[in-house]
């Protein structure tokens, strides 16, 4: 015997699912709003269905139906994307025979981090809201606390996979400064546009701040 697989969750790499049909709208765990690494399909529901449902009420006033404008509701979020090295970090593809410490030690390295950095670092990992700075700092702990564990994992993950998350941790950098900086004025800009043009840039701004993850409030989110 080789492995036993006893369950599974589906998970999707690229997150969110974009809509295939028009007057069509994927969610749930059929909208991959969750992260590759917490499979946590309807806590990613709660914590989007604000957002979802405002902007399926603009869609259906507007008439922004087609499988195209649908994808504004479903845009393209880094901190979903940037947790999947993590995932492979934790797993072993078949064939491979990993120590015991690959993966249990990592996670001990990890949690070890986070725990000294504090709530606000680790409360959004665990409620599955990566953000740019918490992720940052995790990375630079697990770099001082265990540096030879890094250069390691990172061989095993191989330098594709290392590129990819590094544009999602870029796009991650780029959308935390543009909710940061343009939020408030565009928002501000929004009700002299045309109704269909306002839900777009809505959808923009909700990209940008729930893709960094700055949606985020710890007081909200203890329990």
């Not at 295939?20 to 991959?32: I, K, T, Y």
């Not at 072993?92 to 709530?119: Q, T, W």
């Not at 700075?133 to 990375?139: D, E, V, W, Y």
């Not at 546009?193 to 893709?211: E, Y």
Request: charged share 15%.
């Amino acid at each position: 015997m080789q492995r036993v697989l006893f369950g599974f969750f589906p998970a999707h790499r690229a997150s969110p699912t974009a809509p295939a049909f028009s007057r069509v709208l994927p969610v749930g765990d059929a909208g991959g709003l969750q992260s590759p690494l917490s499979f946590g399909g309807f806590g990613a529901l709660t914590r989007h269905l604000d957002r979802i449902v405002s902007g399926i009420d603009r869609a259906l006033a507007c008439e922004a139906l087609s499988a195209a404008e649908l994808g504004w509701l479903q845009p393209y979020m880094p901190n979903l994307s940037a947790p999947w090295l993590f995932q492979k970090a934790m797993s072993a593809p078949v064939g491979a025979s990993p120590s015991r410490d690959d993966i249990n030690g990592l996670l001990r390295i990890n949690f070890r981090v986070m725990e000294r950095l504090g709530e606000p670092v680790l409360k959004p990992f665990l409620q599955d809201v990566p953000q740019f700075g918490a992720l940052a700092l995790t990375i630079g702990g697990m770099m001082i606390d265990s540096p030879l564990a890094m250069p390691g994992l990172l061989a095993r993950m191989g330098p594709v996979a290392v590129a990819e998350w590094s544009m999602h941790m870029a796009a991650m950098v780029t959308y935390t400064a543009a909710d940061m900086v343009l939020r408030e004025p565009l928002r501000s800009a929004a009700d002299s546009l045309s109704p269909k043009a306002r839900h777009q840039l809505l959808c923009a701004l909700d990209a940008w701040r729930f893709g960094s993850g700055l949606d985020y409030e710890l007081g909200e989110n203890e329990e």
